[in-house]
């Protein structure tokens, strides 16, 4: 599991060498993310139910990109940008924690009950498959 | 002389007559009736008595002013069925004696007034010439007398028609004949009203016993992990879980009848479309119960995730507020055969893939458990921090309403297992598939109550045998009908 390109860029920061994360949106940067691994989970470090979903992919040996969001600092903005994502694609609870969020092949999956119900009926697999996050 | 005297003045003052007998006691204060000790003694006696006096004396003036005159009726309860119309036609009828029980029928005959009324006359004026000797020098006990007198002489009007035999020696005087009399009537009444008393408490003891009854069967009830709706008893359950525990409760049923239903369809070989439609109501169904649980998960997750709401077997394999789907799958593999090689290899992928979620969700649980932990022995258990109190609750609050959250995934865990199994099966497959779950279940509910109603109190010999009777006695109770 790497500890994300947010990680990264945070590190490794150079005032000159920024190129487009001055204009870049909250959603424009949410879509490079997502695209930039094979998967991608936004999850906050604290939150028990980002840390089952990452367990669920360790256990089928998957390896994820995890961005924290709490550790990001444009993590605020990153947060709003899934919660409209997610409030256009589908009903999410007011109050409701967004995270953790996933990503497979720069495509959303969804919330948790998604990657449940997307492995159980046997659909998460192919698509891991499909991104090269899992091979036989 | 007297009896007109005494007649005149029961006119004038008829009513005055029959309460608390004033008229006659010219002397004495008339409140000192009602301050004796008798007054309690035949208060309800008194009334009737009244009645029935005010009722005789208005006949007895009837009679006297015109003897045509049989409509003065006074509308007394008692009096409601005096018709003297009837009682010149009839034979003289009996009286009750005991003026304790409702008279039914209060017939005052014509003419037994008009002789009563002599009668009448004659008492009075020999008590009102008692009463005046009496209650100067006797006091209490002289008005006590006297009223005995009185009253004994409503006896006497009574007793009028009655049957000779009643009538005590003639040899004694009149005071002592009507105060044995009277003392009689007493006695009599008393006893009637003991006699009611006993019968109104034996009447509330069987409907204590009665109450018991009931309360020992709910209680038993309840042990089978039945809720009856609306009474959570000791423990504080929430309304939520109440509600919860009730719709529960009809959905347990509601499936009952649907197996029922299911089972009656399979053996009746029907055509699959049919079939189908009732193996897609029983999915609906099921998805109706995590619906509930959702709802209940909300507002009262304890009482999902402890399993209150279970029998007791069932909440020895509860996994998160309800059964583990991979032991669910494992359970069935065997009871569908025989399947393709591809439901097969279906089944097994389904039994893994719950298998992983369900460990993904445990392990999330387990940090919340371990977080909670942290932030509750946060700062020093020992020494007397109050200043973190406040803050370390309101932390830990936030961490456990995160566990809503779990308990409402492995509930969608549970609903997708079965929408997968429906989806791999055929029709007959799935029909038997959601038959073998509802046993299942039913067979961990009936293990349950028997259990809690073994039988415990054989320590000695014959231990095996009383075990064995006890169960098979219960084997053929009616909640075996539907296996």
């Given at each position: 599991m790497q500890y994300g390109a947010a990680a990264a860029e945070q590190a490794w920061y150079m005032p000159v060498v920024a190129p487009s994360s001055a204009v870049e949106t909250a959603a424009e940067r949410m879509e490079r993310l997502a695209s930039e691994s094979a998967v991608v989970v936004f999850s906050v470090s604290t939150c028990c139910m980002c840390h089952a979903v990452k367990r669920l992919f360790c256990g089928m040996g998957v390896h994820p990109t995890v961005h924290e969001l709490d550790l990001d600092p444009r993590g605020r903005e990153l947060e709003r940008a899934l919660a409209c994502l997610l409030g256009a694609s589908g009903a999410s609870a007011a109050g409701a924690p967004v995270v953790p969020i996933v990503f497979i092949g720069g495509r959303l999956v969804g919330a948790m009950d998604r990657v449940m119900a997307a492995h159980i009926n046997g659909s998460l697999v192919p698509l891991l498959k499909e991104a090269g996050a899992l091979w036989l | 002389m007297g009896e007109t005297s005494s007649s005149s003045h029961s006119r004038q003052d008829p009513c005055v007559l029959g309460y608390g007998f004033h008229g006659a006691i010219a002397n004495s204060t008339p409140a000192n009736f009602f301050d004796q000790e008798g007054a309690a003694y035949f208060g309800e006696l008194e009334e009737t008595f009244m009645h029935q006096v005010a009722s005789l004396t208005r006949t007895q003036q009837a009679a006297t002013t015109s003897i045509a005159h049989h409509g003065d009726i006074k509308p007394f309860p008692t009096a409601a069925t005096v018709?003297?119309?009837?009682?010149?036609?009839?034979?003289?009828?009996?009286?009750?004696?005991?003026?304790?029980?409702?008279?039914?029928?209060?017939?005052?005959?014509?003419?037994?007034?008009?002789?009563?009324a002599d009668s009448?006359?004659?008492?009075?004026?020999?008590?009102?010439?008692?009463?005046?000797?009496?209650?100067?020098?006797?006091?209490?006990?002289?008005?006590?007398?006297?009223?005995?007198?009185?009253?004994?002489?409503?006896?006497?009007?009574?007793?009028?028609?009655?049957?000779?035999?009643?009538?005590?020696?003639?040899?004694?005087?009149?005071?002592?004949k009507q105060t044995i009399r009277r003392l009689a009537q007493n006695r009599e009444a008393a006893r009637k009203s003991r006699l009611r008393k006993k019968a109104y408490i034996q009447q509330l003891e069987s409907s204590k016993l009665k109450l018991a009854q009931?309360?020992?069967?709910?209680?038993?009830?309840?042990?089978?992990?039945?809720?009856?709706?609306?009474?959570?008893?000791?423990?504080?359950?929430?309304?939520?879980?109440?509600?919860?525990?009730?719709?529960?409760?009809?959905?347990?049923?509601?499936?009952?009848?649907?197996?029922?239903?299911?089972?009656?369809?399979?053996?009746?070989?029907?055509?699959?479309?049919?079939?189908?439609?009732?193996?897609?109501?029983?999915?609906?169904?099921?998805?109706?119960?995590?619906?509930?649980?959702?709802?209940?998960?909300?507002?009262?997750?304890?009482?999902?995730?402890?399993?209150?709401?279970?029998?007791?077997?069932?909440?020895?394999?509860?996994?998160?507020?309800?059964?583990?789907?991979?032991?669910?799958?494992?359970?069935?593999?065997?009871?569908?055969?025989?399947?393709t090689e591809q439901q097969l290899v279906g089944i097994c992928n389904l039994q893994q893939s719950s298998q992983?979620?369900?460990?993904?969700?445990?392990?999330?649980?387990?940090?919340?458990?371990?977080?909670?932990?942290?932030?509750?022995?946060?700062?020093?258990?020992?020494?007397?921090?109050?200043?973190?109190?406040?803050?370390?609750?309101?932390?830990?609050?936030?961490?456990?309403?995160?566990?809503?959250?779990?308990?409402?995934?492995?509930?969608?865990?549970?609903?997708?297992?079965?929408?997968?199994?429906?989806?791999?099966?055929?029709?007959?497959?799935?029909?038997?598939?959601?038959?073998?779950?509802?046993?299942?279940?039913?067979?961990?509910?009936?293990?349950?109550?028997?259990?809690?109603s073994r039988p415990r109190e054989i320590l000695g010999a014959d231990e095996g045998h009383c075990g064995e009777i006890s169960i098979a006695a219960q084997a053929s109770q009616s909640q075996f009908s539907s296996f």
């Open positions: - | 018709t003297a119309a009837t009682a010149t036609a009839r034979p003289p009828p009996t009286l009750d004696i005991f003026p304790a029980w409702p008279m039914r029928s209060l017939h005052t005959p014509k003419e037994g007034s008009n002789v009563t009448t006359d004659d008492s009075e004026s020999s008590s009102k010439n008692n009463s005046n000797h009496s209650s100067d020098q006797h006091g209490a006990a002289a008005d006590m007398q006297s009223q005995f007198d009185q009253v004994s002489q409503q006896q006497q009007l009574q007793h009028k028609n009655m049957a000779t035999s009643s009538t005590p020696r003639t040899g004694k005087t009149p005071d002592r009931i309360e020992q069967d709910m209680q038993r009830a309840r042990s089978q992990g039945i809720f009856l709706g609306g009474a959570p008893g000791a423990n504080t359950t929430s309304s939520g879980a109440a509600m919860f525990d009730v719709e529960y409760a009809r959905w347990l049923d509601d499936h009952g009848r649907r197996m029922a239903e299911l089972h009656g369809a399979l053996h009746a070989h029907l055509p699959d479309g049919d079939l189908r439609a009732i193996v897609d109501d029983t999915l609906t169904h099921h998805d109706e119960l995590f619906q509930l649980k959702a709802s209940a998960a909300k507002s009262d997750v304890f009482h999902l995730i402890t399993g209150v709401w279970t029998t007791p077997a069932e909440r020895c394999f509860l996994w998160m507020g309800g059964f583990r789907p991979s032991d669910l799958v494992k359970t069935l593999l065997p009871q569908l055969d025989p399947l992983q979620a369900e460990e993904a969700l445990s392990q999330g649980l387990d940090q919340l458990h371990q977080s909670l932990a942290d932030t509750m022995a946060g700062g020093s258990l020992i020494d007397d921090t109050n200043m973190s109190f406040m803050g370390q609750m309101a932390l830990a609050l936030g961490k456990l309403s995160n566990l809503e959250g779990f308990v409402i995934q492995a509930d969608n865990l549970r609903q997708q297992t079965l929408h997968q199994m429906h989806r791999i099966l055929t029709v007959r497959q799935a029909a038997r598939c959601f038959l073998a779950i509802g046993e299942y279940h039913n067979r961990l509910r009936a293990l349950s109550s028997l259990w809690v």
